[in-house]
Protein backbone atom coordinates (compact mmCIF):
# COMPACT_ATOMS: atom_id res chain seq x y z
CA UNK A 1 0.00 0.00 0.00
CA UNK A 2 1.63 3.20 -0.47
CA UNK A 3 1.59 6.24 1.77
CA UNK A 4 -1.58 8.27 0.75
CA UNK A 5 -3.64 5.04 1.81
CA UNK A 6 -1.89 4.36 5.10
CA UNK A 7 -2.45 7.87 5.31
CA UNK A 8 -6.11 7.99 4.98
CA UNK A 9 -6.76 4.74 6.58
CA UNK A 10 -4.56 5.96 9.71
CA UNK A 11 -6.99 8.88 10.01
CA UNK A 12 -10.00 7.16 9.25
CA UNK A 13 -9.37 5.04 12.51
CA UNK A 14 -8.32 8.19 14.52
CA UNK A 15 -11.99 9.38 13.31
CA UNK A 16 -13.38 6.71 14.58
CA UNK A 17 -11.51 6.12 18.06
CA UNK A 18 -12.08 9.90 18.86
CA UNK A 19 -15.74 9.68 18.25
CA UNK A 20 -16.28 6.87 20.20
CA UNK A 21 -14.26 8.47 22.93
CA UNK A 22 -17.16 11.32 22.78
CA UNK A 23 -20.23 8.75 22.11
CA UNK A 24 -20.75 10.39 18.65
CA UNK A 25 -21.41 7.33 16.02
CA UNK A 26 -18.52 7.07 13.53
CA UNK A 27 -20.46 7.32 10.63
CA UNK A 28 -21.93 10.74 11.37
CA UNK A 29 -18.29 12.48 10.50
CA UNK A 30 -17.21 12.77 7.07
CA UNK A 31 -13.37 12.71 5.79
CA UNK A 32 -12.86 15.67 2.99
CA UNK A 33 -9.32 15.23 1.64
CA UNK A 34 -8.10 18.57 0.61
CA UNK A 35 -5.99 18.05 -2.28
CA UNK A 36 -4.97 21.87 -2.94
CA UNK A 37 -1.69 22.29 -4.17
CA UNK A 38 -1.61 18.49 -5.28
CA UNK A 39 -1.92 17.29 -8.96
CA UNK A 40 -4.89 15.15 -10.43
CA UNK A 41 -2.59 11.77 -10.41
CA UNK A 42 -2.37 12.23 -6.76
CA UNK A 43 -5.93 12.97 -6.19
CA UNK A 44 -6.18 9.56 -8.41
CA UNK A 45 -3.93 7.50 -6.50
CA UNK A 46 -5.87 8.91 -3.47
CA UNK A 47 -9.34 8.06 -5.27
CA UNK A 48 -8.30 4.34 -5.54
CA UNK A 49 -7.91 4.31 -1.86
CA UNK A 50 -11.74 4.95 -1.74
CA UNK A 51 -11.54 8.54 -0.75
CA UNK A 52 -14.45 10.40 -2.45
CA UNK A 53 -14.86 13.57 -1.32
CA UNK A 54 -12.06 16.40 -2.34
CA UNK A 55 -11.35 19.55 -1.12
CA UNK A 56 -9.76 22.87 -3.12
CA UNK A 57 -9.18 26.01 -2.60
CA UNK A 58 -7.82 27.60 -5.93
CA UNK A 59 -10.84 28.14 -8.59
CA UNK A 60 -8.28 27.19 -11.28
CA UNK A 61 -7.18 23.89 -9.39
CA UNK A 62 -10.43 22.92 -8.99
CA UNK A 63 -11.51 22.90 -12.53
CA UNK A 64 -8.22 21.68 -13.84
CA UNK A 65 -8.38 18.74 -11.38
CA UNK A 66 -12.20 18.20 -11.90
CA UNK A 67 -11.58 18.32 -15.87
CA UNK A 68 -9.07 16.04 -15.93
CA UNK A 69 -10.63 12.96 -13.13
CA UNK A 70 -13.82 13.80 -15.15
CA UNK A 71 -14.66 10.20 -15.27
CA UNK A 72 -14.43 9.12 -11.66
CA UNK A 73 -17.14 9.87 -8.71
CA UNK A 74 -15.47 12.05 -7.24
CA UNK A 75 -17.59 15.03 -4.63
CA UNK A 76 -15.92 17.87 -5.27
CA UNK A 77 -16.12 20.46 -2.05
CA UNK A 78 -14.80 24.75 -2.80
CA UNK A 79 -13.55 26.10 0.92
CA UNK A 80 -11.43 28.53 -0.77
CA UNK A 81 -12.31 32.35 -0.09
CA UNK A 82 -14.53 32.80 -3.30
CA UNK A 83 -14.07 36.18 -5.62
CA UNK A 84 -17.32 37.21 -7.33
CA UNK A 85 -15.59 36.54 -10.40
CA UNK A 86 -15.08 33.26 -10.03
CA UNK A 87 -18.41 32.35 -9.28
CA UNK A 88 -19.48 31.20 -12.22
CA UNK A 89 -17.03 28.58 -12.65
CA UNK A 90 -17.91 27.62 -9.25
CA UNK A 91 -21.00 27.15 -9.28
CA UNK A 92 -20.90 25.04 -12.46
CA UNK A 93 -18.20 22.54 -11.20
CA UNK A 94 -18.38 22.19 -7.14
CA UNK A 95 -21.07 19.80 -5.25
CA UNK A 96 -20.38 21.74 -2.10
CA UNK A 97 -19.49 25.42 -1.64
CA UNK A 98 -18.37 25.98 2.15
CA UNK A 99 -17.19 29.18 2.22
CA UNK A 100 -20.56 31.48 1.61
CA UNK A 101 -19.76 34.34 3.72
CA UNK A 102 -22.00 37.11 2.29
CA UNK A 103 -25.11 37.21 0.58
CA UNK A 104 -24.03 38.87 -2.72
CA UNK A 105 -21.62 35.55 -3.28
CA UNK A 106 -24.58 33.30 -2.30
CA UNK A 107 -27.09 35.20 -5.08
CA UNK A 108 -24.25 34.96 -7.25
CA UNK A 109 -23.78 31.06 -7.02
CA UNK A 110 -27.83 30.53 -6.70
CA UNK A 111 -28.14 32.39 -10.22
CA UNK A 112 -25.36 30.52 -11.66
CA UNK A 113 -26.52 26.85 -11.02
CA UNK A 114 -28.06 25.13 -13.60
CA UNK A 115 -31.35 24.26 -11.99
CA UNK A 116 -31.69 20.96 -13.84
CA UNK A 117 -28.65 19.44 -11.36
CA UNK A 118 -28.62 18.86 -7.64
CA UNK A 119 -28.51 21.88 -6.00
CA UNK A 120 -25.28 23.34 -4.74
CA UNK A 121 -24.65 22.17 -1.22
CA UNK A 122 -23.63 25.27 0.97
CA UNK A 123 -22.17 26.27 3.94
CA UNK A 124 -21.37 29.66 5.36
CA UNK A 125 -18.19 30.53 6.99
CA UNK A 126 -17.96 32.10 10.25
CA UNK A 127 -15.10 34.15 11.62
CA UNK A 128 -15.74 32.24 15.12
CA UNK A 129 -12.10 33.68 16.22
CA UNK A 130 -13.13 36.97 15.15
CA UNK A 131 -9.53 37.96 13.53
CA UNK A 132 -9.82 40.81 11.28
CA UNK A 133 -7.77 38.64 8.98
CA UNK A 134 -9.84 36.12 8.10
CA UNK A 135 -12.23 35.33 6.00
CA UNK A 136 -15.89 34.30 7.39
CA UNK A 137 -18.96 36.52 8.83
CA UNK A 138 -19.21 37.33 12.19
CA UNK A 139 -20.80 35.66 14.64
CA UNK A 140 -23.79 38.21 15.43
CA UNK A 141 -23.95 38.86 11.57
CA UNK A 142 -24.58 34.68 11.02
CA UNK A 143 -28.16 34.08 12.02
CA UNK A 144 -29.79 36.84 9.19
CA UNK A 145 -27.54 35.37 6.82
CA UNK A 146 -28.23 31.63 6.49
CA UNK A 147 -31.95 32.69 6.59
CA UNK A 148 -31.24 34.56 3.68
CA UNK A 149 -29.22 31.93 1.92
CA UNK A 150 -32.05 29.24 2.88
CA UNK A 151 -33.91 31.04 0.77
CA UNK A 152 -32.29 31.18 -2.23
CA UNK A 153 -33.31 28.57 -5.12
CA UNK A 154 -30.83 26.36 -6.33
CA UNK A 155 -28.58 26.24 -3.33
CA UNK A 156 -29.41 24.20 -0.15
CA UNK A 157 -28.13 25.34 3.11
CA UNK A 158 -26.35 22.65 5.03
CA UNK A 159 -24.76 24.06 7.73
CA UNK A 160 -21.15 26.07 8.89
CA UNK A 161 -17.91 26.26 8.23
CA UNK A 162 -15.22 27.84 10.61
CA UNK A 163 -11.03 27.73 10.14
CA UNK A 164 -10.68 29.07 14.02
CA UNK A 165 -7.19 30.66 15.45
CA UNK A 166 -4.70 27.89 15.38
CA UNK A 167 -3.98 26.86 18.88
CA UNK A 168 -1.61 23.67 19.92
CA UNK A 169 -4.08 22.95 23.03
CA UNK A 170 -6.64 20.16 23.27
CA UNK A 171 -9.07 22.53 25.37
CA UNK A 172 -8.48 25.87 23.37
CA UNK A 173 -9.35 24.25 20.27
CA UNK A 174 -12.10 22.74 21.62
CA UNK A 175 -13.56 26.43 23.08
CA UNK A 176 -13.53 27.90 19.70
CA UNK A 177 -15.25 24.87 17.93
CA UNK A 178 -18.03 24.93 20.71
CA UNK A 179 -18.72 28.53 20.12
CA UNK A 180 -19.50 27.49 16.30
CA UNK A 181 -21.59 24.50 17.38
CA UNK A 182 -23.20 26.93 19.84
CA UNK A 183 -24.37 29.07 16.85
CA UNK A 184 -25.31 25.50 14.68
CA UNK A 185 -27.62 24.88 17.62
CA UNK A 186 -29.15 28.53 17.46
CA UNK A 187 -29.44 28.12 13.82
CA UNK A 188 -31.43 25.17 14.03
CA UNK A 189 -33.80 26.02 17.32
CA UNK A 190 -34.71 29.12 14.17
CA UNK A 191 -36.02 26.13 12.23
CA UNK A 192 -32.92 26.62 10.02
CA UNK A 193 -32.16 22.17 10.06
CA UNK A 194 -28.45 22.60 9.44
CA UNK A 195 -27.30 19.13 9.68
CA UNK A 196 -23.34 19.94 8.73
CA UNK A 197 -20.63 21.02 10.95
CA UNK A 198 -17.59 21.88 8.96
CA UNK A 199 -14.70 22.09 11.36
CA UNK A 200 -11.58 20.66 12.24
CA UNK A 201 -8.17 20.22 9.91
CA UNK A 202 -4.96 18.19 10.44
CA UNK A 203 -3.64 19.44 13.65
CA UNK A 204 -6.90 19.90 15.43
CA UNK A 205 -9.47 17.83 14.04
CA UNK A 206 -9.87 15.32 17.15
CA UNK A 207 -11.06 18.68 19.60
CA UNK A 208 -13.42 19.30 16.08
CA UNK A 209 -15.18 15.70 16.38
CA UNK A 210 -15.54 16.07 20.18
CA UNK A 211 -17.23 19.43 19.75
CA UNK A 212 -19.82 18.09 17.02
CA UNK A 213 -18.19 18.24 13.84
CA UNK A 214 -19.92 15.89 11.08
CA UNK A 215 -17.52 17.17 8.47
CA UNK A 216 -13.10 17.48 8.68
CA UNK A 217 -11.01 18.77 6.08
CA UNK A 218 -7.55 17.26 6.17
CA UNK A 219 -4.94 17.96 3.77
CA UNK A 220 -1.45 17.45 4.97
CA UNK A 221 -1.97 14.61 7.40
CA UNK A 222 -3.11 12.67 4.28
CA UNK A 223 -0.91 14.32 1.42
CA UNK A 224 2.15 15.61 3.47
CA UNK A 225 3.66 19.09 3.31
CA UNK A 226 2.59 21.18 0.68
CA UNK A 227 5.47 23.12 -1.00
CA UNK A 228 3.99 26.66 -2.45
CA UNK A 229 1.46 26.31 -5.41
CA UNK A 230 2.56 26.96 -8.73
CA UNK A 231 2.24 30.63 -10.04
CA UNK A 232 -0.07 29.52 -12.70
CA UNK A 233 -2.28 27.86 -9.88
CA UNK A 234 -2.02 30.79 -7.49
CA UNK A 235 -2.68 33.41 -9.59
CA UNK A 236 -6.07 31.60 -10.49
CA UNK A 237 -7.22 31.81 -6.29
C1 LIG B 1 -5.75 23.95 3.64
C2 LIG B 1 -7.06 23.88 4.31
C3 LIG B 1 -7.40 22.75 5.08
C4 LIG B 1 -6.45 21.60 5.36
O1 LIG B 1 -5.46 22.01 6.22
P1 LIG B 1 -4.35 20.94 6.78
O2 LIG B 1 -3.79 21.64 7.94
O3 LIG B 1 -3.39 20.76 5.66
O4 LIG B 1 -5.07 19.72 7.10
C5 LIG B 1 -8.68 22.71 5.62
N1 LIG B 1 -9.56 23.71 5.43
C6 LIG B 1 -9.25 24.80 4.70
C7 LIG B 1 -10.28 25.86 4.52
C8 LIG B 1 -8.00 24.93 4.13
O5 LIG B 1 -7.70 26.02 3.43
Not at 60 to 79: G, R, S, T
Not at 95 to 100: F, G, I, L, Q
Request: proline fraction near 4%; charge should be positive.
Amino acid sequence: MNDICDNIHSIQDSIETTARRFNRPPENIKLLAVSKTWPAEVVRTAWSCGQRCFGENYVNELIDKAKKLEELDIEWHFIGHLQSNKSRAVAETADWVHSVDRLSIAKRLSAQRDPHRPPLQVCVQINVSEEASKSGIKPSEALSLLHQVRDLPNLKLRGLMAIPAKTTQFTGQRAAFARLRELFEQANRQGLQLDTLSMGMSNDFAAAIAEGATLVRVGTAIFGERVAAPQALKSGR
